[in-house]
Structure formats: structure tokens, C-alpha cells
């Protein structure tokens, strides 16, 4: 989840919206690449989720990060909350997943060489704690109850306001992990074509990475129960954006729909201020309930955007948001995706020639088949699987094309971060599908044994 947000002047003009937006646009040249991973904590010995207090917890495991491997502390009312240095944070989701949200990089080879880095600091202060860290879309065992609220402001207004709309929006707080990566867009017109290939290209990321079959200690009937929930999270910020494909659209079309969405809060002084349900267009009047009189300045805009959860998401960078968190080598592949068939034109057009006549029901119909079936799913007469084939391919060719290279110009390009979701496309098995075999099988129905195994 997102800290919050500074710098911003007051809002003066309706236009300044869309302007924050497009101030995003950057020539290709400066075009970088942010991951972010979720992971689940939990004691070793007990199996359960880590509290956020005590020798063993959250807050021991960022204290050990801060004193053993210099990152510095981000406080909120007294507590640790997060951590920052190099341009990356590491942040708290709210049942205490442990979040990297990386640096601004220009290959994947650097963005592999973080998540590397990551992952070791956080398992030898982990290894030192009895703590134990894993990546799945969904928690496989906890209860709501086994998993306490952290202790942020922003964290406790949402968790009250979930419990009003949809029916899941606590599960998707407490109990689910995500690996995301966050790329640039040159133009209007470019960030148009962009979001369009990313929310219609979004199921094939879900199918590809699902990675969460177990539910409170169940098999749940869905390959990624992780986007299940957020299919029945809060309809308005959620979904497939239906207006993104509708001639006209751009930034304005955004902000219009940005503005229609309800508000959380507004942040002042260090503190959360509740706005539940309340409008941002009242709020750019100044009659906002919670603050009257008082407009909005460009930093609560930015606040607001970050509390829509569409499967892609525009700020001034567009969000790729339909991936379960997984195992180590797959926190590389999602971002060697997106990066394949989005930073490459040729790429790019290739990806929306294969879309491009979908209809709204389509599109919807392939998220709810990649969660329920993975890439044995299928909608509106296309098949996940064929679908993926297509996909990987032409991301390898982006990333040809590419040609960044690594390890000291030893590896050519980024290709090789494909390969295990070529792997899954070879045999149709993704992530869910492992975990379930073993279930089913030398596990005898016994999750305990997916914590060793599949811990980072």
C-alpha cells in the first residue's frame, strides 16, 4: 500500500488534474522499471502470522533490516512503519505482509539484482528471529482473526470502510500478496494503447502467476483466489475499466472517472482524516464534509489515486496489477513481461492486435477464467493458454529487441527472466497447479508442508 503522498501545490484548475497525470510522459530514453512484492511473515515454530509486536514480529524484522543493513526508519504516530534508501521503501501491507517497492531501474537484470538483495537481508534477519517469509497470492491457513490490523491510520479508515461495500475488501487487506511492476508511457496516445494492452492483457498475468488454490486451510476451487477477491472488493475501484477502451479516452477521461470514485481520507499533519464515501469533486468546491472550506491541493489528488484498485492502474506510471505473489524466480518474470510487450513498439502493437476486438464481456470473462482456472481457462471463444503462448512470445521478442544486456555484457538481453513462464506455457502448469499436485499428493492434504518448501 501506498505511503503518503508530498510536494503538491494547491489545485486551483480543474485542468491541473489531468496535467498531474500527463506531467508522467517521458521520452523513451528515461523510461524505467519499478517492482513491488508482497510477502507473508510467520513464526517458524507456531506457523502462524507474525503480530506486529514482540522479539518475534514485523517490527523486529524492520528494525533488524534498519540496524543490520542501513535502511532508514519512516514512523507514523510512534510506530515503525516502513523503511527507505536507494529510492526503494519497504512498507507494511495491513495484516503485515512485508512489501519491497524497489528503486527506479532501467533493466531487469537490475531489477532482479533488488529483489535478490531483498529477499537475503529479509531472510537473514528472519533466519535470526525464528521468522519465516513465503510468496502466495493468498494466506493458505489464517483466519481474519489470526491476522492483526498494522498500526497505520490509513490502514484502520479503509478496514472499516471495507466492511461496508462488497464483501471481501478485509480478506484482500489481511490476507493477500501481490508482485506488480510499475512502467512508464511516452505520450497521451501512448498511455492510451498502454493501459489498453495492460487491462485486457491482465488475465493472462492471473492465469500465468496464479498461485493461490488453499483458503483457511482448504482447497478453494480457484487457481488465484487472490483475484477473486478483488472481483468482489468494492465495484468502484475495481475491474477492468470498461471506459478505457471507448474512443475519446485519455487523461481527462481519467480524472472523470478518477473523481467519481469514492474518497478514504485525506492526509494532514501526520494524520488521516477520515472522508469515508465522501467526493472529491466536492472536495475541489471546498465542500468537503470533513474538511470545510478547504480545497484540495495536488498531493491529495495524488492520496486519492492511490486508493483505486483497477486491475491497471494510471498515476503518473501505469500499475500492472493482476498477478499473485510467487515464488523467487517468478518476482523477476512479471516485470520481464510487461517490460517484453510494453517498452518495445513493434511489441506493443503486436499485444494489441491480439486484443483489440475484444468486447467489454470478453475481457471480463477472461479475469474471472484465469482466476478460477488458470490457463486452462477460457472466454468468449479464446483460450488462456493459446493466449499465453502468444503473450510470452512476443514479450522474448520485445526483450530481443531490447537487447539490454547483463552480467557485464556476458548476457545478452533480458529473455532468460522468461523462462519460467515459458516453462508453464510449455506444460500448462502454473504455480496453483504444482501446489495442488502436491496436495493431492506426497502432502496428503498436509499444508504444513508447503511452508518449508516454499519459503524464500
Known amino acids: 500500500m501506498s505511503i503518503p503522498q508530498t510536494g503538491g501545490g494547491p489545485i486551483e484548475r480543474h485542468e491541473q488534474l489531468a496535467e498531474y497525470l500527463a506531467a508522467g510522459s517521458k521520452p523513451k530514453d528515461q523510461w524505467r522499471i519499478g517492482t513491488e512484492h508482497e510477502k507473508f511473515g510467520y513464526c517458524k515454530d507456531t506457523l502462524l502470522p507474525l503480530p506486529y509486536e514482540g522479539e518475534r514480529s514485523i517490527r523486529a524484522m524492520l528494525e533488524g533490516l534498519r540496524d543490520q543493513f542501513g535502511w532508514a526508519p519512516i514512523t507514523e504516530g510512534g510506530h515503525l512503519i516502513g523503511l527507505e534508501k536507494d529510492g526503494a521503501n519497504v512498507s507494511l501491507e495491513p495484516g503485515g505482509a512485508l512489501e519491497l517497492s524497489g528503486g527506479l531501474l532501467e533493466t531487469i537484470h ?17 533466519d535470526g528471529i525464528g521468522a519465516g517469509f513465503i510468496g502466495l497470492g493468498a494466506a493458505p491457513e489464517w483466519t481474519h482473526e489470526q491476522m492483526p490490523l498494522m498500526p497505520k491510520g490509513r490502514y484502520k479508515l479503509m478496514d472499516a470502510y471495507m466492511q461496508r461495500v462488497g464483501t471481501m475488501g478485509t480478506t484482500m487487506m489481511r490476507r493477500t500478496c501481490t508482485v506488480q511492476v510499475n512502467l512508464d508511457f511516452g505520450s497521451e496516445a501512448d498511455m492510451v494503447q498502454k493501459m489498453r494492452v495492460a487491462l485486457a492483457l491482465q488475465p493472462v498475468a492471473t492465469a500465468l502467476f496464479a498461485n493461490s488454490p488453499f483458503f483457511e486451510g482448504k482447497v478453494n476451487g480457484h487457481k488465484s ?13 475495481t475491474g477492468m475499466l470498461p471506459f478505457v477502451f471507448e474512443d475519446g479516452f485519455g487523461f481527462e477521461a481519467y480524472v472523470q472517472y478518477a473523481l467519481d470514485v469514492p474518497m478514504y481520507f485525506v492526509y494532514r499533519d501526520g494524520k488521516y482524516i477520515d472522508a469515508l464515501g465522501q467526493s472529491f469533486r466536492d472536495f475541489m468546491r471546498g465542500e468537503l464534509p470533513a474538511l470545510p472550506g478547504e480545497k484540495p491541493t495536488l498531493s491529495d489528488w495524488a492520496d486519492h489515486l492511490t486508493t483505486i484498485f483497477p486491475e491497471a492502474r494510471l498515476k503518473k506510471f501505469i500499475e500492472m496489477r493482476g498477478a499473485d505473489g510467487g515464488p523467487w524466480r517468478r518476482l523477476c518474470a512479471l516485470p520481464a513481461l510487461w517490460v517484453g510487450l510494453l517498452y518495445d513498439q513493434t511489441a506493443q502493437d503486436a499485444a494489441w492486435d491480439l486484443a483489440k476486438d475484444w468486447d467489454a464481456e470478453t475481457r471480463q470473462g477472461l479475469r474471472v477464467a484465469a482466476s478460477e482456472n488458470g490457463l486452462q481457462g477460457a472466454a468468449g471463444g479464446v483460450k488462456l493458454h493459446d493466449l499465453a503462448r502468444e503473450v510470452v512470445q512476443i514479450s522474448e521478442a520485445g526483450l530481443k529487441a531490447r537487447a539490454m544486456p547483463g ?21 500448462g502448469r502454473t504455480p496453483a497447479d504444482e501446489l495442488l499436485e502436491k496436495y493431492r499428493g506426497e502432502w496428503a492434504g498436509d499444508l504444513t508442508r508447503l511452508y518449508p518448501e516454499y519459503s524464500y
Open 110 to 126: 537490475q531489477t532482479c539484482d533488488e529483489v535478490n538483495d531483498h529477499l537475503r537481508e529479509v531472510k537473514a534477519v528472519a
Open 225 to 237: 483466489w487472490r483475484s477473486r477477491v478483488w472481483r468482489d472488493l468494492d465495484a468502484a475501484r
Open 407 to 427: 552480467a557485464g555484457g556476458l548476457i545478452p538481453d533480458e529473455t532468460h527472466f522468461l523462462n519460467a513462464l515459458k516453462e508453464s506455457v510449455e506444460t
